[in-house]
């Protein structure tokens, strides 16, 4: 998952390829929790590994709820068979609604069932999401459940410590226009009350969000209980109610999450070679109600179909279809049909979105303000939003999404970056996504393609211990690039010719064949970079090559024109989506001249070699401080006066000397210049 304050996306040109979708955050959350509320325990399958499930299974632990990560990938959760094991704790539940209004339920019967006192709060949003209908419905169950902060809203305490009965004769009375996770909460939790007689919820008012209402009648079915529903105004828990484990049960995955693939299918030219994008892991048979977001890109213009559990989608229809749609049964898929309208051939209108105003943000606002900033007219009202796209390619501009610590506003508008006047498109916080899609930009990344132009690259040259590789992966973390250490490449040459029996010294480079010898053991290298490891032959050599006698080597072997020749393909795949940072001696002369920004070291050679001395004596190795001093004077006469490749800055590069700066300050001065060259506003 991105961790960078922002993440730009360079224009995008194609799409292809499948997607494994996560599992479903509103499956995942509900299966939890009643695996906590049942009798036995429940192995659950392709959970959602997410912010917002963390949230749950800390709750759940902290609760007493024994849970086990298999190294199956499954999770087993032991079930309390509604006991109360912990009956005082202070829960924090993040951004988490999933988390907040089920567990709000759940814990104000069982504290007042066994005697409990709890006290739940969120992140500051949190505390303004309403939960006052959920409250007052509790409150005619009975239940003590105290506003610790403002009225009607998060944080809440739940219970007096002291049993308290428990008024199920009457009806409860739960509105339906607001949210329908109070309507969830209260279904999921009243199983515990249901001892002795049926108890009955009476729905005021429409019901919005109908779909998500089916996943939970869908999914306590699963665990032994039968709601009894007649139509949307009245739901019976009948008597005697219990809730058993099912033993194992799969999560599918995210249908809301499914959306942007969708949309992507349907907005992207296919890659070549590609038919569209597949997508595993949800399909017809979905029991998400967002997964009627395929009706709305049908209605769009999309070219799809699918089975049980997969869909094939490509574009269809040219541009988009306008469409004019209540949304009520796709409130948060509903929103990658915003960013579809951009593409659209005529203005789109969403209704009966009037649920999007207390989610993570208020949605109207977010999503028709970032709109607005790319270049398209917009309308909005208590509970729908009217989107006329740009009226040409001229008339988009290149935005930077403020996306809310709201992760569908940081999905959705990732898809603007296929804009037809070749954008790019930076969003805000990509971290967001991590409530439930942390690798969403990945997955995404890999299917998508645009020329290797378009993909921005960052060259920091400069001499043998200069720093060069330091502040490059602090570069590319700041900036969720990846990172070509070419250094390391040339390590891995002299490392696989000391283990061919090559030798790489003055004398035996002279030979004849001998460079011929080494083009051809680099180029039949497998190199792989995973995270802080670097792999040859699918071994993990890294320690290896931090050695001394590795970085002599290096410099012996890249001084050898077949060896730079070998590695000059390897090092282009390295420039991949979003964008790269490459350090070395020649990435900005030889390797990447059309670099968006080229940086050259000029620390003083007396500077490196206390740095390199420092480094060497902290890993415990011994090192005299003149011996590196005339090394590295001769590795710069070396790699300076080489025929191939010398060492010299680019003419268009930007010299700096970080003698005396430390990484942070070296950093933040490579920043300043990059977004001078970006095409978004300075921050």
Same mark, same amino acid.
């Given at each position: 998952?991105?961790? &960078? ?30 695996? #906590? ?10 959970l ?13 632990? &902290?609760?007493g ?16 068979g ?58 005619q ?38 949210s329908s ?23 005021a ?12 009648l ?28 099912p ?28 038919d ?43 541009? *988009? ?23 659209? @051939?005529?203005?789109?209108t ?17 999503? %028709?303000?970032?709109c ?20 040409s ?59 290797? #132009? ?16 330091? *502040?490059?992966?602090?570069? #590319?973390?700041? *900036? ?16 696989? %010719? ?41 071994e @993990? ?64 050679? !007396?500077?490196? %070699? ?25 590795r710069?006469?070396?790699?300076? !006066? ?25 950093? @933040? ?15």
């Open positions: 998952m991105y961790s &960078t304050d922002h993440l730009d996306i360079p224009p995008l040109a194609s799409a292809g390829g499948t997607v494994q979708l996560p599992g479903s955050k509103s499956i995942s959350n509900r299966v939890l929790l009643l695996a #906590a509320l049942s009798t036995g325990h429940t192995d659950i399958t392709d959602l590994d997410s912010d917002d499930t963390q949230v749950m299974l800390q709750a759940l632990a &902290t609760l709820c024994q849970v086990e990560h298999r190294s199956n990938g499954e999770v087993r959760v032991h079930g309390l509604g006991t109360l094991p912990v009956k005082t704790a202070a829960l924090f539940l993040g951004n988490a609604g999933t988390a907040m209004r089920p567990l709000t339920a759940a814990l104000a019967v069982l504290a007042s069932q066994h005697g409990g006192q709890f006290d739940l709060s969120g992140v500051a949003r949190m505390h303004e999401r309403p939960i006052g209908d959920l409250v007052d419905a509790l409150r169950l009975g239940c003590s459940v105290t506003y610790t902060l403002n009225d009607g809203y998060p944080p809440l305490r739940l219970g007096t410590g002291e049993p308290t009965e428990l008024t199920i004769d009457a009806p409860i009375q739960i509105r339906g226009d607001v996770q109070f309507l969830t909460a209260l279904l999921l939790t009243l199983p515990l009350a249901a001892r002795t007689r049926d108890i009955h919820i009476d729905v008012g429409e019901l919005i969000s109908r779909p998500y209402i089916e996943i939970t869908n999914l306590m079915q699963r665990f032994g209980v039968d709601v009894k529903r007649d139509e949307w105004k009245r739901f019976t828990i009948p008597a005697g109610s219990q809730y058993r484990s033993g194992r049960i799969p999560v599918e995955g995210d249908a809301s999450s499914a959306s942007y693939f969708i949309a992507l299918g349907a907005i992207a030219p296919c890659s070549p070679g590609c569209g994008i597949s997508i595993k892991g949800v399909g017809l048979a979905s029991i998400q109600g967002d997964i009627r977001f395929i009706e709305a890109a049908r209605l769009m213009g999309a070219d799809l179909s699918g089975d049980a559990s997969t869909l094939h989608i490509r574009r269809g229809a040219w541009p *988009l279809k306008a469409i004019d749609l209540d949304c009520n049964h796709i409130p948060d898929a509903a929103m990658t049909l915003a960013v579809m309208a951009l593409y659209a @051939d005529g203005p789109s969403l209704r009966n979105i009037a649920s999007w105003r207390v989610k993570e943000t208020d949605r109207i606002v977010a999503m %028709a303000t970032e607005r900033k790319l270049g398209a007219l917009v309308e909005e009202g208590p509970d729908f939003i009217r989107i006329t796209p740009p009226a390619a001229e008339a988009w501009s290149a935005a930077s999404i403020h996306t809310y610590d709201d992760h569908r506003v940081a999905m959705c508008f990732s898809l603007a970056a296929f804009n037809p006047a070749g954008l790019p498109v930076r969003i805000e916080d990509p971290k967001c996504v991590g409530k439930t899609f942390p690798d969403y930009f990945e997955t995404l990344f890999e299917v998508c393609q645009t020329p290797p #132009a378009n993909i921005p690259v960052i060259c920091i040259d400069g001499p043998t211990a200069s720093g060069k590789g330091t *502040l490059a992966a602090a570069l #590319a973390h700041r *900036l969720g690039y990846h990172l070509l250490d070419s250094g390391a490449l040339y390590r891995l040459v002299g490392l696989a %010719a000391e283990r061919a029996g090559l030798a790489t010294d003055e004398t035996a480079l002279k030979a004849e064949n001998q460079a011929d010898r080494l083009g051809e053991l680099a180029s039949s290298m497998q190199v792989r970079f995973t995270g802080d490891h670097i792999l040859l032959n699918e @993990d050599v890294t320690e290896l090559l931090r050695s001394e006698s590795a970085g002599m080597a290096a410099s012996r072997v890249s001084a050898v024109p077949q060896v730079r020749s070998a590695l000059l393909g390897l090092q282009h795949d390295f420039r991949q989506l979003p964008g790269l940072v490459a350090d070395g001696r020649d990435m900005g002369t030889v390797v990447f001249p059309d670099a968006a920004l080229k940086v050259f070291l000029t620390a003083s050679a !007396s500077q490196r %070699a206390q740095r390199r001395h420092k480094q060497l004596i902290s890993k415990g190795f011994a090192a005299n401080i003149d011996d590196l001093l005339a090394d590295l004077i001769r710069d006469e070396r790699d300076s !006066s080489r025929s191939h490749a010398p060492l010299r800055p680019a003419e268009d590069a930007l010299q700096l000397d970080n003698s005396g700066l430390s990484i942070e300050q070296s950093i @933040d001065q490579m920043l300043i210049w990059w977004q001078d060259k970006t095409a978004f506003p300075k921050v």
